[in-house]
């Protein structure tokens, strides 16, 4: 196996902690897609939900585009392979 593979596979491994120590412990965890500008994101919550948010960089400020769909949360996991942290 390739270097870069090996890489990949200790990055995702550790997104995929990091993100489920995160959401037990009752925090947001911050999903960035390239798609999206640079100041946007996604913030998944313990309880499931998935808002698309716009952060003003000059202010720290969060506003809340909208929340996604249970269906659309669940294609965006799917995208990265999460599951659902209960």
């Known amino acids: 196996m390739s270097t870069i593979n090996l890489t990949s596979k200790t990055g995702t491994s550790a997104v995929k902690r990091l993100r489920e120590q995160k959401l037990r412990s009752g925090l947001p965890f911050m999903i960035n897609v390239r798609e999206l500008s640079t ?26 585009i909208r929340e996604l769909t249970s269906l659309e949360a669940d294609l965006l ?9 209960k």
């Open 77 to 85: 996991r799917d995208r990265f392979h999460f599951t659902v942290i």
């Open 39 to 64: 100041n946007q994101c996604y913030l998944e919550y313990p309880n499931g939900i998935i808002n698309l948010i716009a952060i003003a960089h000059s202010s720290r400020d969060m506003e809340i």
